[in-house]
């Protein structure tokens, strides 16, 4: 089974009134080859566009762990909202030239979509990446034993 864009826009519209600061914000979902990364999100006009790697997400046979990763796009959205234009601008700089900052936005991002009710799809996303040895920022999030504290903790 091989998922469509629809597909996606479908699980973006279900999840998104869990992001409040992005909930009637425009997110276009885009599926196109990219070199090295299996997401990206970003901010386009006043709007936000995710991009879906076609060489691997749509082949991913678990809704809970792309439910996840859309869940951790959208994490960044809601995160990046409370940024004013220039605050906004310098985190995009400091993303993409700090290794050390990258780290520590993919964990907040992990974490915002626990606390937005999306830990067992965190956890599901993670075991994903590690499973398919995906590299780059798709592996900085939070590990495995954190959102295992974080999310199963109480069970
Ligand atoms: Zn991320």
Redesign the pocket.
């Known amino acids: 089974m091989v998922h469509r864009k629809e597909y996606f826009e479908g699980i973006v519209s279900q999840i998104k009134g869990n992001f409040p600061r992005v909930r009637n914000a425009q997110i276009d979902v885009v599926l196109k080859k990219i070199k090295r990364y299996h997401?990206i999100?970003y901010k386009e006009n006043d709007g936000y566009v995710i991009e879906v790697d076609t060489e691997t997400i749509p082949h991913v046979g678990s809704k809970r762990a792309i439910v996840g990763c859309l869940a951790?796009?959208l994490?960044?959205f809601q995160i990046d909202e409370g940024l004013t234009g220039l605050a906004h601008r310098q985190d995009t700089e400091r993303y993409n030239s700090s290794e050390v900052y990258r780290r520590k936005?993919?964990k907040l991002?992990?974490l915002e979509a626990i606390l937005r009710g999306f830990g067992r799809e965190i956890y599901s996303m993670r075991l994903l990446v590690e499973k398919n040895h995906w590299k780059n920022?798709?592996n900085?999030?939070l590990t495995l034993k954190e959102i295992r504290k974080l999310v199963y903790s109480n069970s």
């Open positions: 997401f999100g951790h796009e994490a960044h936005e993919e991002a992990d920022s798709s900085y999030g």
